[in-house]
């Protein structure tokens, strides 16, 4: 496995961020299955930056007959990023309390990106899995967004302690989302991002 580098990673946050100018847009509206399960009252989580958007109906085009793409979560507000980051470092320090705050803040980010970098809350991140014509979620190793202890490591996108099935379900996803420009982060088979060197980020 090729070595992965973690969104707390110094070379990530130095990496210069400005503002695409691409609006937000639904994508409840452009033709794609749509999963409530992160659902908010805003309706923030269905949103994504235009070109992102772009990329996965691209994606969806590419994938075999008799599958789609379900789309499950874009947009997050920084507040709501912050929360899902401090819960998670929070479960980690109480389970690790010997570890130092920078081990934290690293074993945190194979799970949840750093509010400060996060391409969820620039629109720019989208998770996402597969499903049959009639709605039926692909066989993926793992429940989508599973950490890496509730799935033993499983989550990462090149896991070897998954099935073959889930294996080649998890090739087809990402073959189609990266010949449609996006990046996946393989600490999460179901995390993409755009590919863009400058990451557009919400000023909020």
């Given at each position: 496995m090729n070595e992965i580098v973690l969104m707390s990673d110094p070379k990530i946050a130095a990496v210069p961020v400005a503002d695409c100018g691409e609006p937000l847009v639904d994508v409840r509206q452009r033709g794609l299955a749509v999963d409530p399960r992160k659902a908010d009252d805003s309706g923030a989580f269905a949103h994504l930056r235009e070109g992102v958007l772009t990329r996965l109906l691209k994606a969806q085009e590419l994938l075999p007959e008799g599958i789609r793409l379900l789309f499950v979560e874009g947009y997050?507000?920084?507040?709501?990023?912050?929360?899902?980051?401090?819960?998670?470092?929070?479960?980690?320090?109480?389970?690790?309390?010997?570890?130092?705050?920078?081990?934290?803040?690293?074993?945190?980010?194979?799970?949840?990106?750093?509010?400060?970098?996060?391409?969820?809350?620039?629109?720019?991140?989208?998770?996402?899995?597969?499903?049959?014509?009639?709605?039926?979620?692909?066989?993926?190793?793992?429940?989508?967004?599973?950490?890496?202890?509730?799935?033993?490591?499983?989550?990462?996108?090149?896991?070897?302690?998954?099935?073959?099935?889930?294996?080649?379900n998890r090739r087809i996803l990402g073959d189609a989302l990266t010949a449609a420009g996006l990046v996946n982060y393989p600490t999460e088979w179901c995390s993409q991002s755009s590919s863009c060197v400058q990451l557009p980020r919400l000023n909020e």
């Open positions: 997050r507000p920084p507040a709501l990023q912050a929360h899902y980051f401090e819960g998670y470092a929070g479960e980690l320090r109480g389970d690790n309390p010997d570890w130092s705050p920078a081990q934290v803040r690293d074993a945190a980010s194979r799970y949840v990106s750093p509010p400060e970098i996060a391409p969820h809350g620039a629109g720019a991140a989208v998770d996402l899995t597969l499903v049959t014509a009639d709605g039926r979620e692909l066989d993926m190793g793992t429940r989508l967004n599973a950490s890496p202890e509730e799935s033993a490591g499983a989550c990462y996108t090149d896991a070897e302690n998954v099935g073959a099935r889930a294996r080649a």
